[in-house]
Nanobody, 124 residues
Framework: QVRLVEYGGGLVQAGGSLRVSCAAS????????MGWFRQAPGKEREIVAA????????YYVDSVKGRFTISRDNAQNTVYLQMNSLNPEDTAVYYC?????????????????WGQGIQVTVSS
């Protein structure tokens, strides 16, 4: 099966930047669409960004447009989420996920594999 492991995260001040990474193994990485989700305490997991297998199409939730950038390096089997202009409402556990198709990328049920999650905390 596909294994996904998130790297990065941590504590950052409001207005700062952070990049989280997701390394994949076990299957052909380039054949999967990839997404980043996040879950804050007491809230449901929500889509943050997604990218198709070739990197030609991306999706962002409205709240992060212009601040976050999703990218992938298939040669390194890695997906990245660059987060700029962070604010405390971005604080959450961030999850990497893989999907066999790039269709309903905004819902969790479309994804086949998930990483363990990584904490991102933004202080005010």
């Amino acid at each position: 099966q596909v294994r996904l492991v998130e790297y990065g995260g941590g504590l950052v001040q409001a207005g700062g930047s952070l990049r989280v990474s997701c390394a994949a193994s076990g299957r052909t990485f380039s054949s999967y669409a990839m997404g980043w989700f996040r879950q804050a305490p007491g809230k449901e997991r929500e889509i943050v960004a997604a990218i198709n297998w070739g990197g030609s199409s991306t999706y962002y939730v409205d709240s992060v447009k212009g601040r976050f950038t999703i990218s992938r390096d298939n040669a390194q089997n890695t997906v990245y989420l660059q987060m700029n202009s962070l604010n405390p409402e971005d604080t959450a556990v961030y999850y990497c996920a893989a999907a066999r198709t790039y269709a309903r990328v905004d819902i969790t049920t479309q994804y086949d594999y998930w990483g363990q999650g990584i904490q991102v905390t933004v202080s005010s």
